[in-house]
């Protein structure tokens, strides 16, 4: 997937900041993902990996710094985030899936709601997306009905449902039993190869160096290297980066 | 003694009833605007605006800080005098005024918690999805809130049917004004006992009532 060529920056941060109380957890992160690409980020925890991906749809919102997505920047006080999240689609280590709804009311409320898009079209796109993870025959269950893998391919295709120009994946297989793992990853890189923007922070290094452009290590709250998979994982330059890879890759 | 307790109730039981429908009326009048202006103050409440968030926890302070037929003394007696205008209007409502924002105050901590209560997580999925604040307050963070809160809030309207009783002191027609209506027939004891009696029978049944619906919301989980 090395041989991609992308032309378009989607979206751009400049030199983003983000403290909590105190404690600086990004120290200035200047990054372009550019649309098409799939781009992992690793490394260890508390570096600031997830962070940074939750300032990229201002669920954290950064200290300092910009955020532009599409060419408009997200931190602006007369920007509408809504519309743009609308376009970022988000998935969760804890999947979040929406308790008291029907999967299929979890696929279709917010198409239904902030896209005014018709019910029955919307439940029509619902059931395509739930074919796509094999999810069609637990439309009318509740999501405690469903286990963890389940439950997160039901909020990959809650995100889908947006038809976002990217998807945001944080840790989406951290909390799964292992055996529910493989389901999930499946589903997101299909995604990946269906040509979808995506950022993942994740720890499943093997699939890190499998779907991805372009990795990003970040640690102490920058990038520390960036690269192809080939380049971070196979000749890492960074003293920090070969550290972590020898940590995580017995 | 005079009269037994049964051979009054079978005597004056249109009393009774009709003191019961007042009771019943208040209680859902108190119940139904406590708790919209109670959600209100919950959500004025959970602002991140200090001063803002400062009001509603003075308002709830000096609400449940307060006695309630103090509160009702100050509605039915002040508001008219600090306000001539008002004075067409039938007293009656003051006195309900006064129940409606007491229960709002209590309803509105209940539901604060309850709001509070729900994962963090469910409001970043419902944002990132590109959802507005309120629709997310409406679509996600309260129907989970009202399941967490439904055994505090029933037990919250449980009471307020008891406290509607404070409202007889002001002529208003509920159960315990009949107390004041058979006095003049020099029934004294009986009527306190059947009032007990019927308030125990409602809120016994209003309880069961709220066992069968938790038992359907659990159905959900």
């Not at chain 1, 920056?9 to 403290?19: A, H, M, R, S, Y």
């Not at chain 1, 019910?119 to 619902?126: D, F, L, Q, V």
């Not at chain 1, 439309?139 to 947006?162: D, F, N, T």
Request: with cysteine; aromatic share 10%; charged share 20%.
């Amino acid at each position: 997937m090395a041989n991609k060529i992308f032309n378009e920056v989607l979206i751009e941060t400049v030199d983003l900041k983000k403290n909590f109380g105190t404690l600086e957890v990004l120290k200035g992160i200047s990054e372009k993902i550019y649309r098409g690409e799939v781009v992992s980020i690793i490394g260890p925890s508390g570096g600031g990996k997830s962070t940074f991906l939750r300032c990229l749809n201002l669920l954290e919102e950064a200290t300092d710094g910009k955020v532009i997505f599409e060419g408009n920047e997200l931190s602006l006080k007369n920007t509408d985030i809504n519309l743009h999240r609308q376009k970022i689609g988000m998935v969760f280590q804890q999947f979040n899936v929406f308790p008291h709804m029907t999967v299929m009311e979890n696929i279709t409320l917010a198409p239904i709601l902030e896209k005014k898009i018709p019910k029955e079209e919307a439940e029509k796109k619902a059931m395509e997306l739930l074919k796509t993870v094999g999810l069609e025959d637990k439309v009318h269950e509740y999501p405690g009905r469903l286990s963890g893998g389940q439950k997160q391919r039901l909020a990959i295709v809650r995100a889908m449902a947006m038809e976002p120009d990217v998807m945001l994946f944080d840790e989406p297989t951290s909390a799964l039993d292992p055996e529910m793992v493989k389901g999930v990853l499946d589903v997101i890189q299909a995604l990946a190869e269906s040509g979808m923007t995506c950022v993942i922070v994740t720890h499943e290094m093997g699939f890190a160096k499998r779907i991805s452009d372009r990795v990003l290590f970040i640690d102490g709250g920058v990038i520390a290297e960036s690269g192809t998979p080939q380049e971070l994982f196979d000749h890492p330059q960074n003293q920090r980066t070969k550290e972590f890879l020898a940590e995580v890759l017995y | 003694m005079g009269k037994g307790i049964f051979e009054v109730l079978f005597e004056y039981y249109p009393i009774f009833l009709q003191g019961l429908l007042g009771t019943l009326k208040f209680a859902f009048i108190a119940v139904f605007f406590g708790t919209l202006v109670g959600t209100l103050v919950a959500i004025v409440n959970l602002s991140k605006n200090k001063y803002v968030s400062a009001i509603a926890t003075v308002y709830v302070n000096v609400l449940r800080g307060t006695p309630l037929l103090v509160q009702m003394y100050i509605a039915y007696f002040f508001i008219p005098m600090a306000i001539p205008a008002l004075n067409s209007i039938d007293k009656v409502y003051y006195v309900l005024l006064a129940l409606i924002l007491n229960s709002s105050a209590y309803v509105s901590e209940i539901i604060r918690g309850g709001i509070n209560s729900v994962d963090r997580g469910q409001i970043e999925a419902a944002r990132s999805l590109g959802m507005t604040a309120s629709h997310t307050m409406t679509k996600i963070v309260l129907p989970q809130a009202v399941k967490n809160i439904l055994p505090a809030l029933a037990n919250e309207y449980i009471a307020m049917v008891k406290e509607t009783s404070l409202a007889g002191t002001f002529m208003l027609y509920e159960l315990m004004y009949t107390r004041t209506l058979l006095a003049n027939k020099y029934l004294v004891w009986q009527p306190l006992f059947i009032i007990a009696g019927i308030y125990l029978v409602v809120t016994l049944v209003l309880s069961w009532i709220v066992k069968q619906m938790e038992k359907r919301f659990r159905k959900s989980d």
